[in-house]
């Protein structure tokens, strides 16, 4: 069994950065894919980036490319992602996910995912 903590959410303006974190304990996550979604009021909780185990190959959704980075600390078994140039779109509460070994090599559907946190809000004002 997997639990994951997320924190760094907050209340920020247009164009500001935040650095979310994901803690996870019970096991280590050698060999699991890590992700973030992130669900907005009223909308399906959407993919937002993910990074594989070994090669650490990431990918993100279009909305986010180029502004957020997914990176993960295998000796403190947490998960990070580095969201900059944020913008109103962006405001959401975002969850961390974690997919054990097996699969897809590129995952990012909700029910590839096992285990979840609780969720952690990012509101972005304009």
């Known amino acids: 069994q997997v639990q994951l903590v997320e924190s760094g959410g907050g209340l920020v303006q247009t164009g500001d950065s935040l650095r979310l974190s994901c803690a996870a304990s019970?096991?280590?996550?050698?060999?699991?894919?890590m992700a973030w979604f992130r669900q907005a009021p009223g909308k399906e909780r959407e993919f937002v980036a993910a990074?594989?185990?070994?090669?650490?190959?990431?990918y993100y959704s279009d909305s986010v490319k180029g502004r957020f980075t997914i990176s993960r600390d295998n000796a403190k078994n947490t998960v990070y992602l580095q969201m900059n140039s944020l913008k109103a779109d962006d405001t959401a509460v975002y969850h961390c996910?974690?997919?054990?070994?097996?699969?897809?090599?590129?995952?990012?559907?909700?029910?590839?995912?096992?285990?979840w946190g609780q969720g952690t809000q990012v509101t972005v004002s304009s």
């Open positions: 996910a974690a997919s054990p070994p097996g699969g897809n090599y590129y995952k990012r559907y909700k029910y590839e995912y096992d285990y």
């Open positions: 990074i594989n185990w070994n090669p650490y190959k990431t």
């Open positions: 019970g096991r280590t996550l050698s060999g699991y894919t």
